[in-house]
C-alpha cells in the first residue's frame, strides 16, 4: 500500500513563510513526478508546482519567484518552501505524485489527503 502524507500546513500572516512536506511512504521503486496542487474555497484545483524525478521543476505564474520546490528521491519526499505569502495563496494544498512504481505495481497518479494553509491580512 502506498501513501502519500503531508504536513507542515498552517496559519501565517502575510509575508510570511511556511514548508509543506509530503513523504510517500511503502515499497518505492520509483516515482516520475511529483508536485503540489492547491484548492481554495469556490476555486477550482491548481496546479502550484511540479519536479520531475531528474529535478525539472515548473510553476504556476502566480507563485513564480515566492514558492521552491525540491524533492528528496532517497525518502520520497518533496517539499514546497513557501515564502512572501499572500492572502490569496490561502488553500487546501495536496500533494500528488504521478507514474509510482511499488513491487511490481505501477500507480498513475496517487494523491495525499491534503493540508490548510491560511494566509491573514
Known amino acids: 500500500q502506498v501513501q502519500l502524507v503531508e504536513s507542515g500546513g498552517g496559519l501565517v500572516q502575510a509575508g510570511g513563510s511556511l514548508r509543506l512536506s509530503c513523504a510517500a511512504s511503502?515499497?518505492?521503486?520509483?516515482?516520475?513526478?511529483m508536485g503540489w496542487y492547491r484548492q481554495a474555497p469556490g476555486k477550482q484545483r491548481e496546479l502550484v508546482a511540479g519536479?520531475?524525478?531528474?529535478?525539472?521543476?515548473n510553476y504556476a505564474d502566480s507563485v513564480k519567484g515566492r514558492f521552491t520546490i525540491s524533492r528528496d528521491n532517497a525518502k520520497n519526499t518533496v517539499y514546497l518552501q513557501m515564502n512572501s505569502l499572500k492572502p490569496e495563496d490561502t488553500a487546501v494544498y495536496c500533494c500528488?505524485?504521478?507514474?509510482?512504481?511499488?513491487?511490481?505495481?505501477?500507480?498513475?497518479?496517487?494523491w495525499g489527503q491534503g493540508t490548510l494553509v491560511t494566509v491573514s491580512s
Open positions: 519536479i520531475s524525478s531528474l529535478g525539472r521543476t
Open positions: 511503502g515499497s518505492i521503486v520509483s516515482i516520475n513526478v
Open positions: 500528488n505524485a504521478d507514474d509510482v512504481v511499488v513491487a511490481g505495481i505501477r500507480y498513475i497518479k496517487l
